[in-house]
């Protein structure tokens, strides 16, 4: 069992940068990967980042990629989001999820955190 909980969400202005935080409860945060996903209002949850186990790899959606890095402290149990150059586009709550596979998909992910509003105003 693994309880996850999002911090570092907040109001931003295009451009700006933030700081995802993704802390787990649970002994065996190091044997999962690792998934950010997001859901901005009337859309369906998406994909942002993922990272395998340890940590030698990690896959962005289009969207993201060269702007976000996901990466993960397994001594601390805890995995990061950084957002650098954030468009309004990019406002949506953001939920992280621990699963088997660095995957896509949110239905490969087994547990996941009550979210983080991220607010990028223009």
């Known amino acids: 069992q693994v309880q996850l909980v999002e911090s570092g969400g907040g109001l931003v202005q295009a451009g700006g940068s933030l700081r995802l935080s993704c802390a787990a409860s649970?002994?065996?945060?190091?044997?999962?990967?690792m998934g950010w996903f997001r859901q901005a209002p009337g859309k369906e949850r998406e994909f942002v980042a993922a990272?395998?186990?340890?940590?030698?790899?990690?896959r962005y959606a289009d969207s993201v990629k060269g702007r976000f890095t996901i990466s993960r402290d397994n001594a601390k149990n805890t995995v990061y989001l950084q957002m650098n150059s954030l468009k309004p586009e990019d406002t949506a709550v953001y939920y992280c999820a621990a699963g088997f596979a660095a995957s896509y998909y949110n239905e490969r992910y087994d547990y996941w955190g009550q979210g983080t509003q991220v607010t990028v105003s223009s």
């Open positions: 990272i395998r186990w340890s940590g030698s790899s990690t």
């Open positions: 649970g002994r065996t945060f190091s044997s999962y990967a």
